[in-house]
Structure formats: structure tokens, C-alpha cells
């Protein structure tokens, strides 16, 4: 940047809070069984682009529906980036966030893939400050409930070129009271070892939280599904036998027990998606005595592993669904039990530290708590 140019104007946002908010007791009643993804609140946050203007017109307005011209670029060419992360009614009252500058800075490079413009940092976290403060009340005070917060860009240019960028772009930002992703609690996943689908290449957009990743992996998740599996596991585009995701969480594999116990989760490698949860247990698990690597495993690794008894748990990590274990692994080559099928020790108490800094009933030593009221 040239030293002499000038700093950027700083963006803002008008206030146009709802006249026709959820009554109270309505809102009593949906909280009560959330769901997940399927109840919204009062209000949502915009902010434009265009290449002639910039960030503008950024606002808080009623939540509600979105007007598209038919021809809007990212109905033809998916140009579109979105995050997830969530804000906690904590023990002591307080509402706060988690690493929220971690996801701004997802945002920006998920848009560089993208070739979208990229929303500062400082924008981003002051969008989901002025949702949740605004929306306060829609988040849960039952345990492990939260409110689930999904800023979202994409392309409105109206043109059906190809071969260039849009010109103009809309952020969003919307949020919604969310209790757990799996039905019928926690419990150890089923998963199915995709060969013949592959959800990214180096290269390609995996590390990027664009919604067309997403899109192209429901034909396995499916599979998966068809094989009486509750999650899809990608491998590898090359060779289809490196572990890289489980669905959207990143994996993490144990090995031994107790005091002996150690943690490995696959590298990055341009096609995995750089988790928030996945980096804060690269931190938290060192601090619990549980040392961490990150590397590769095999298929065939993981299965000698589990039948040796040297792989003793394994567990997929997420915003959404925080820690997931891992029971019982089905493949074309047939299936076997990771331990004894159930939820372990060193996945439980990952968990339980993790869940115990977001929600207040543990110290924060790395400062991760986002107070937002």
C-alpha cells in the first residue's frame, strides 16, 4: 500500500431496527427446541460492494426476503463465500463470541480464492456485535444451546458473461438460535469412506468456505446415507486414500490412552478447510497434557490402527457441532469399531474444556472470549 494513500473510509451502519419483533412468548416457545439452521431472529445486517463505491450502505434492518434479478451473477456462477460461528449466553449473564477475528480473516482469504473483495476485519466482528446486541434476547440460556451466526457475500452483478469477476456484491448476515446438529444428542457417528466422489483438490477451493464445496459434496453425503452411514469421510482427490474431512469438520485421530494419549490431525494441504475449532484444540490439547501433530493417515493406517488397538478414539471437530466422536468406519473393504464404539475419554474432555471456555465455566488463558454485552 503507498504510504502516502489515504486510510479507508470507515464503514457504517444506519439502524433500522423491526416495528413487528416476535412477541416475547412466541419467541419463549421456539427457543425451547430450536433445532438447528431453522428458526431466525428479528433482524439481519447488509452491506454492499461495487467496484465505483466500495463497502456501503451498510445497515440493520428486519430480518426478511432478498430481491434477485434472474440474470444475478451468482445464480450462473456461484460466487459466493459464508462463515459460521455463534455467540453464548454465559453462566455469569454475559453474551459473548468465540475468535471472531479468526473468522474474519477465513472470510478475507475465502474471498481472495473467490475473487471477491475482501470485508476488513474490524466490519465483520462490528456486524456481528451490532446483530447480537440488537437480537440479544433470542440467545438460548439452556446448556449447549446457542444463537448461530452466518455472515454471508455474494455476487449481484445482473450479467451472464463469463470469464471475469462480478462488479457489485452483497455481505449478510443473519443468525439463529441452534441446539445440537445431530438428532437424539451426543453419540458416536457412523461414517462411510468416500472413494468414488472427492470433495477437493490442491488447488481447487477446499480451503475456501464457499458454498459450492459444499453444494458438490451432498452426492456423497448421500452415499453415505444409502450405506446407512450418518456422515460422509473425504479421502484424497489422487490416490483415494488419505483421510482429509468428515463431511465439514476436521478429524482428529488418538492414539494410546490415558497419560499416554497423543493427537493427530491431517495437514493442511490446500484441499482441507482451515477450521477455527480444529486450530483452538491444536492450542487446547497441548495445555491438557495431550501432545498434537499434524500429518497424514491412510485408510488402511486407520483401520490397522483401530484393530490393533493403537488407535483408540477419534472425533471430527466443528463450529456447529463442536466435538463429534467417531464410532463405527464403513468402506467398500467393510467396517470396523474405533474402540469400543462409544464416545472416549480424551474426546470428552476436549469437549467439556472447550464448551466450558465458550460458555464461561473455564478460564480463558489465550483470550478467545468475544464480549459482545
Keep these: ?67 434477485l434479478d434472474p440474470a444475478t451473477a451468482v445464480l450462473h456462477y456461484g460466487q ?21 477475528f479468526a473468522n474474519a480473516a477465513r ?3 475465502s474471498a481472495v480464492r473467490m475473487a471477491m473483495p475482501e470485508l476488513p476485519d474490524e466490519a465483520f466482528v462490528q456486524a456481528i456485535e451490532l446483530l447480537v446486541a440488537h437480537d440479544k434476547d433470542w440467545v438460548p440460556a439452556s446448556p449447549e444451546q446457542s444463537l448461530y451466526l452466518r455472515p454471508f457475500m455474494f455476487a449481484t452483478t445482473r450479467a451472464l458473461g463469463v470469464g471475469r469477476p462480478a462488479s457489485s456484491y452483497l455481505f ?13 444428542g451426543l453419540r458416536a457417528v457412523s461414517v462411510w469412506l468416500e472413494r468414488e466422489y472427492t470433495r477437493a483438490a490442491r488447488g481447487g477451493t477446499g480451503e475456501a468456505k464457499a458454498g459450492g464445496n459444499y453444494g458438490a459434496a451432498f452426492a456423497g453425503q448421500q452415499r453415505a446415507v444409502d450405506h446407512g452411514c450418518d456422515q460422509v469421510v473425504w479421502l484424497d482427490a489422487t490416490e483415494h486414500r488419505w483421510v482429509e474431512e468428515m463431511g465439514g469438520m476436521n478429524l482428529f485421530f488418538v492414539r494410546g490412552s490415558g497419560p499416554a494419549a497423543r493427537l493427530m490431525t491431517p495437514a493442511l494441504t490446500g484441499s482441507l478447510l482451515p477450521g477455527i475449532t480444529r486450530d483452538s484444540l491444536l492450542t487446547l490439547a497441548p495445555d491438557l497434557g495431550y501432545p498434537v501433530t499434524e500429518g497424514a493417515i491412510s485408510v488402511e493406517e486407520w483401520r490397522a490402527g483401530c484393530e490393533s488397538g493403537e488407535i483408540t478414539e477419534v472425533f471430527a471437530c466443528g463450529t456447529a457441532a463442536v466435538i463429534t466422536p467417531v464410532g463405527e468406519v464403513r468402506g467398500d473393504d467393510g467396517a470396523w469399531a474405533v474402540g469400543d464404539g462409544t464416545p472416549g475419554p480424551v474426546t470428552m474432555r476436549l469437549r467439556e474444556e472447550l464448551l466450558g471456555i465458550q460458555f464461561g465455566r473455564r478460564p480463558d488463558p489465550h483470550g478467545w472470549v468475544h464480549k459482545i454485552l
Excluded at 428458526?39 to 440493520?60: C, I, N, P, Q, Y
Excluded at 454465559?90 to 475468535?99: K, M, N, S
Design 107 to 109: 472470510f478475507r482469504r
Design 80 to 100: 459466493e463465500i459464508f462463515e459460521g460461528l455463534k455467540a453464548y449466553r454465559q453462566e455469569a449473564g454475559q453474551i459473548v463470541t468465540f475468535r471472531p
Design 1 to 67: 500500500m503507498n504510504a502516502n494513500a489515504s486510510p479507508a473510509p470507515a464503514i457504517t451502519f444506519e439502524l433500522h431496527p423491526s416495528e413487528q419483533r416476535v412477541p416475547d412468548g412466541v419467541r419463549a416457545s421456539l427457543l425451547e427446541s430450536p433445532g438447528f439452521g431453522q428458526v431466525f431472529t428479528d433482524h439481519m445486517v447488509s452491506l454492499k460492494w461495487s467496484a465505483e463505491r466500495g463497502w456501503h450502505d451498510g445497515k440493520l434492518e428486519p430480518y426478511g426476503p432478498i430481491v
Design 172 to 184: 449478510l448476515l443473519i443468525a439463529s438460535p441452534v441446539g445440537g446438529v445431530f438428532s437424539g
